[in-house]
C-alpha cells in the first residue's frame, strides 16, 4: 500500500506564491515518475507537472515559467513552487505517483487565488 500525503495549499492573493509538497510513504518498489494534477470546480483533472525518475520535467502550457516540479528522491517527496497565482489557478491539487502499470493518489489540496 502506497500513501501520498500532500500539504502546502491555501489561500493567496493573485501574483502570490505558495509551494506545495507530497510525501509518498508505504511499500514503494520503484517510481517511475511523481506529479501534480489539478481539478477546478465543473472541469475535469488535469496535469500541472510531472517529474520523471531520472529527473525529467513535463508541465501543462498555462503553468510554463510559473511553476517548478522537483523530487528529493532520498525523501520520496515531490514538490510544486508556484508563483505568480492567478485566480483560474483555484483548484484542488492532487499528487500523483506511478509506478509500473499502477497510479496512486494522494487525497488532494486546496489551493484558492484570490483576485
Known amino acids: 500500500q502506497v500513501q501520498l500525503v500532500e500539504s502546502g495549499g491555501g489561500l493567496v492573493h493573485a501574483g502570490g506564491s505558495l509551494r506545495l509538497s507530497c510525501a509518498a510513504s508505504?511499500?514503494?518498489?520503484?517510481?517511475?515518475?511523481m506529479g501534480w494534477y489539478r481539478q477546478a470546480p465543473g472541469n475535469q483533472r488535469e496535469l500541472v507537472a510531472r517529474i520523471t525518475r531520472g529527473g525529467s520535467t513535463n508541465y501543462a502550457d498555462f503553468v510554463k515559467g510559473r511553476f517548478t516540479i522537483s523530487r528529493d528522491n532520498a525523501k520520496n517527496t515531490v514538490y510544486l513552487q508556484m508563483n505568480s497565482l492567478k485566480p483560474e489557478d483555484t483548484a484542488v491539487y492532487y499528487c500523483n505517483l506511478g509506478s509500473g502499470s499502477r497510479d496512486y493518489w494522494g487525497k488532494g489540496t486546496l489551493v484558492t487565488v484570490s483576485s
Open positions: 508505504g511499500s514503494i518498489f520503484s517510481i517511475d515518475a
